[in-house]
């Protein structure tokens, strides 16, 4: 199993990282197509290797063609949508927030998905990349679909947990032997 393998490759020090990993992917409550496909979409984001190499598989399995492709979808219209949105907030001049992005989302209103489950990945995402207004856009889609904040919390926790097992791998890498 990834997950597994992903744990065994943490080292000592992120015994919490392992643990974490267990419980928010192992032993979530959200349905299958939404635990995977916020899992799948995060791993894109964290753009590690050594973590995508290891739950994309699982992902794909337990996920249906159009699924897979739409938390793969989810992932890349939020790698340009949070760095977009994420600068409108971040700049003093607020007159750029009111001009016509002229970006092509056509994704975000057919995914191919139930809408809830893309808004979810496109949440998990954005806590990844770290874009407020796109956190704040997709939450308030969320909680008016009626999701509850244990979802859309659990969502946050897998994004946390997967982009901190990245880091750690990927620095990990890094560090001579």
């Known amino acids: 199993m990834a997950l597994d393998e992903l744990k065994a490759a943490l080292p000592d020090y992120a015994k919490d990282l392992k643990l974490n ?7 979530s409550d959200l349905p299958g197509q939404q635990l995977w496909g916020t899992v799948l979409a995060c791993a894109m984001a964290t ?19 159009e699924a897979y492709e739409a938390a793969k ?7 340009m949508n949070n760095v977009y949105y994420r600068t409108l907030h971040l700049l003093s001049d607020k007159e750029y927030g009111s001009m016509r992005a002229g970006l092509r989302m056509n994704i975000i209103g057919n995914p191919g998905v139930d809408k809830v489950d893309f ?7 954005s806590a990844i990349n770290g874009c407020g207004q796109c956190l704040d856009s997709h939450e308030g889609v969320l909680r008016k679909a009626g999701v509850d904040r244990e979802v859309i919390q659990t969502a ?7 982009q901190a097992v990245a ?6 890498a890094q560090l001579p032997r």
């Open 21 to 27: 990993l267990g419980s928010v992917i192992g032993n």
């Open 47 to 65: 753009r590690s290797p050594v973590v995508l190499r290891e739950l994309e598989p699982e992902a794909k399995a337990n996920l249906k063609p």
């Open 73 to 79: 979808g989810a992932a890349a219209i939020m790698a």
């Open 119 to 125: 808004e979810l990945w496109s949440f998990a995402v």
């Open 156 to 162: 946050v926790k897998i994004a946390a947990t997967v």
């Open 167 to 172: 880091a750690v791998l990927d620095a990990e």
